[in-house]
């Protein structure tokens, strides 16, 4: 079984910059990618990126785009979104997760895609 676990997550004023990390442990196919969604509560959740775990491809949700960056240190099983020009909107749990779509294409295509691991969240606010 594989287990998530994110961190990093605080309080920031509009315009600051955030770093989420998510350690991965556990068993889990080597080649899942790692996903990162969002979710406030009463509201949908929404896909945030995706890191390809076997080529470091990338994926960005327009919402995020140039100003979110994912990058992965395979030797610390360890994932990092690295937010920057932070926005009160941004404000949600975040959650990273795993054991879904077999690639970040696929993640990026599927309005609503489905993981079998997730992290508990990390609470990011952004003051206005």
């Known amino acids: 079984q594989v287990q998530l676990v994110e961190s990093g997550g605080g309080l920031v004023q509009s315009g600051g910059s955030l770093r989420l990390s998510c350690l991965v442990s556990g068993s889990t196919r080597e080649d899942f990618p790692i996903g990162w969604l969002r979710q406030a509560p009463g509201k949908e959740r929404e896909k945030v990126s995706c890191i390809s775990t076997s080529d470091g491809s990338t994926y960005y949700a327009d919402s995020v785009k140039g100003r979110f960056t994912l990058t992965r240190d395979g030797a610390n099983n360890t994932v990092y979104l690295q937010m920057n020009n932070l926005k009160p909107e941004d404000t949600t749990v975040y959650y990273c997760?795993?054991?879904?779509?077999?690639?970040?294409?696929?993640?990026?295509?599927?309005?609503?895609?489905?993981?079998?691991?997730w992290g508990r969240g990390t609470q990011v606010t952004v003051s206005s």
């Open positions: 997760a795993t054991d879904g779509p077999l690639d970040c294409l696929t993640y990026a295509r599927d309005p609503y895609p489905g993981f079998g691991s």
